[in-house]
């Protein structure tokens, strides 16, 4: 049994009196070890001034990066999509590197397991989402906490916040494919 298993069983005890029922003591005690499951949690690092697309100590190649990206703001999601008729998450990423010559694979899952990951998202750098090891999501880090990104269907490309709940939950990383 582990040691966090042991500790909660002993508090348990401790806690318990003849009132009190068993399945709520259960509840507790189920509560505070999801509690600790979400501890290991990242965080999402950024490292910026604020909105960057005005290139302020930006290598070209990031601005171009970004600036595709802003181009195609409004873009229906599509599923599978790669081009200005429809994007998926992944197909805008692909075609936003390639204006600067960057072939990424077509899945933001391949792309997540064949780039090195960074510690700290700069603008322009890809963010990644999903669960244990798995992404589902990517996005292109564009300053000042932002992301644009395919968000799904019935949606278009757009702009989100880092701070939202479900992607401070849901991020796995990020990786910066140009030098």
Not at 21 to 35: F, H, K, W, Y
Not at 108 to 131: C, K, M, T, W
Request: aromatic share 6%; proline share 5%.
């Amino acid at each position: 049994m582990s040691l966090a298993v042991l500790s909660v069983s002993r508090l348990s005890r401790r806690w318990q009196t003849p009132d009190t029922p068993r399945l709520s003591m259960l509840a507790v005690l189920l509560g505070l070890l999801l509690l600790a499951g979400c501890s290991s949690q990242k965080t999402i690092v950024t490292r910026d001034a604020g909105p960057a697309i005005d290139g302020d100590n930006l290598s070209i190649n990031r601005i171009l990066v970004m600036s595709a990206a802003k181009d195609a703001l409004g873009t229906p999601y599509q599923w599978g999509g790669t081009s200005p008729a429809g994007y998926d998450c992944s197909g805008l990423t692909q075609m936003a590197y390639a204006k600067i010559g960057v072939q990424l694979p077509r899945t933001s899952n391949d792309q997540y397991h064949s780039l090195d990951e960074i510690d700290v998202a700069r603008p322009g750098d890809l963010l990644f989402f999903g669960a244990g090891s798995r992404a589902t999501h990517v996005g292109i880090y564009m300053g000042d906490r932002q992301m644009i990104h395919a968000p799904g269907s019935g949606r278009t490309v757009t702009v989100s916040s880092l701070d939202v709940r479900y992607w401070k939950r849901h991020y796995l990383g990020a990786a910066a494919p140009t030098q």
